[in-house]
């Protein structure tokens, strides 16, 4: 949610902080709802004003045995029109609505751009593994494993699901065991077990709705499954009032994600790169606006750091205006590179949301010294998608006769196995 305030302060920034997002100006429309939102609430205080007035003049005339009618007919009016302003105060509050609608305003480091064309690389880390074979995607392995079941998960449950069994589902376990053992030993992650289950408000507040129900998955309870545990790491402090001195809250949960995956149809058909179902470990910080950029360089280094224990060669990117999440100010996009695709892609986008989110929720601090609340700053990162994390071991792993090596991090986690055949 935006700052009022600021729209009305610096409308010309605002609206060129939309234009880098591909809007139009909006900052005219928002005044004109704002002036006319403040204009009925100055009216309805001068109209109970009036009407406790009167209340007086009618005691007054009865207890004096005058005529009252006049007075009383006036008060009628002025309580049909406090009755009026009430019930357009309880419909649906438009100037709140179209802030709602509009994205964060872009940090001003982020490059402007229309789509992923104009990201930028900040650094590649590590080298791409060198093959004397031509190496496999994921999922072919996978099958020629016998560990990786897409026909009968589509049996059950349709496309873009998968069953994985015996070492590769332990695989998946055990990197999931070890992000999170990374992430609360060496970082100082508080582990989280959230629900799965979420309540409108909560996807509110993070910015998943209204604009995005598409994307989820709503139950006839009018729950919604989680597309990711950042809504409910993030809702911990919904409308609620933080101790200074507990900034930053740094929380990680490993959780499914249910994604509905509107628009992608023909994306990503083969394999477990896109799916409705899949797992990860997240990364919530909660801190105080001035350490949200230096928190965001945290988080990122926090993902960066599986990769490295992982051995996975990986790049970093600056998402471009066009191509940053909506309630985001600006987003490091961490892409692995996978030989089976001879590409390089997403396992994690570390992001920082400045106070968006945290208006939405009403999650605020108390400076030291200060009767009045700030908002906070949110940040969050993929710690890392769990199911894209062991694609890259497949991938990068593999060996010839389709046996994968298992990285040295993630043995201790297998029992000492050594390799998947």
């Not at 015996?166 to 376990?173: T, V």
Request: hydrophobic share 40%.
């Amino acid at each position: 949610m935006h700052d009022i305030k600021f729209i009305r302060e610096n409308p010309a920034a605002f609206d060129e902080a939309m234009k880098k997002r591909g809007l139009p100006p909006q900052a005219d429309a928002i005044l004109k709802l704002d002036k006319e939102k403040r204009q009925l609430q100055t009216e309805l205080q001068e109209l109970q004003s009036k009407r406790n007035q009167l209340a007086k003049e009618i005691g007054q005339a009865k207890a004096k045995g005058g005529d009252a009618t006049a007075v009383m007919a006036e008060a009628k009016t002025v309580n049909e029109r406090i009755a009026f302003i009430e019930t357009k105060a309880t419909e649906e509050d438009e100037l709140a609505k179209l802030l709602a609608s509009l994205p964060n305003i872009p940090a001003d480091d982020v490059p402007v751009g229309k789509d992923e064309i104009a990201n930028v690389e900040k650094r590649k880390v590590g080298n791409k593994p060198a093959f004397s074979f031509k190496p496999k995607e994921h999922f072919e392995l996978g099958e020629k494993l016998g560990l990786m079941d897409f026909e009968r998960a589509a049996k059950m449950s349709g496309s873009r699901f998968v069953a994985l069994k015996g070492q590769l589902a332990r695989l998946e376990r055990a990197i999931a065991n070890f992000m999170l053992d990374v992430h609360t030993k060496k970082f100082g992650f508080t582990e989280v077990s959230p629900p799965f289950l979420v309540k409108a408000s909560a996807l509110f507040g993070t910015g998943q709705l209204p604009k995005f129900e598409a994307d989820l998955f709503k139950t006839t309870t009018d729950h919604y499954l989680i597309p990711t545990s950042e809504v409910t790491l993030c809702n911990l402090v919904a409308d609620e009032i933080v101790n200074e001195n507990e900034l930053p809250l740094r929380f990680t949960a490993y959780t499914p994600c249910f994604r509905s995956e509107a628009g992608s149809a023909g994306k990503d058909t083969r394999g477990m790169i896109r799916q409705h179902q899949f797992t990860k470990v997240e990364l919530v910080s909660i801190t105080h606006p001035d350490k949200s950029d230096e928190e965001q360089e945290y988080i990122t280094s926090c993902a960066e750091e599986i990769l490295k224990q992982l051995g996975l060669h990986y790049r970093v990117i600056i998402l471009c205006t066009g191509d940053m999440g909506f309630g985001m100010r600006r987003t490091y996009d961490i892409e692995v590179w996978l030989p089976g695709q001879d590409t390089y892609r997403e396992i994690s986008s570390c992001s920082v949301a400045g106070d968006f989110q945290a208006r939405r929720m009403k999650a605020r601090f108390r400076p030291k010294e200060s009767k009045n609340t700030q908002f906070v700053h949110t940040l969050n990162g993929s710690g890392l998608a769990v199911g894209r994390t062991m694609i890259a071991v497949m991938e990068n792993y593999q060996q010839e006769d389709g046996s994968i090596l298992i990285p040295e991090a993630l043995q201790p986690y297998m029992d000492g196995l050594t390799v998947i055949k």
